[in-house]
């Protein structure tokens, strides 16, 4: 029979997984020589600093989300901290990959913040408003019988 993972065991999970990506972004930042490394040297630091931010940031917004709403359901909370903690490293990881470029200007910075924002409303204003007890659904178009 089919038993789903808890809460618990998915944030011990990505707890674990975090500290094995941080320990490799410190290898990466201790070990590696950029300069002679060249694009495949950035691409492993800028995917493990990735990896640990994800990592940290989702088990930190499930536990506060957890914290402050005893009552969402745990597949929202995931749903919900998986998504924003990707929008969130991905913005952290833009801006100093803009950094290293010199690209890094304070227009770029709002029109990041702004696309990343407008992302997360997208999201927001699709989902679906669930059904409650005073509204019923649209009954089925009427479909005239065969004669």
Sequence with gaps: ????????????????????????????IFEVDPTTSGWIGLLVFYA???????????A?????????NKDELEYEIVSLSVRQAIFFSLTIVGVLFLQSKRFLTWWNLIILILAVTLLEYLFLSLKRKPITQTETPAPPPYIPPDF
């Design 60 to 68: 930190l917004v499930v536990i506060i989300r957890k914290w402050r």
């Design 48 to 58: 493990s600093l990735f990896f640990t931010l994800l990592g940290g940031l989702f």
């Design 1 to 28: 029979m089919y038993k789903s993972m808890s809460l618990k065991q998915l944030l011990i999970i990505v707890i674990a997984a975090t500290m094995i990506f941080l320990v490799s972004w410190l290898f990466i």
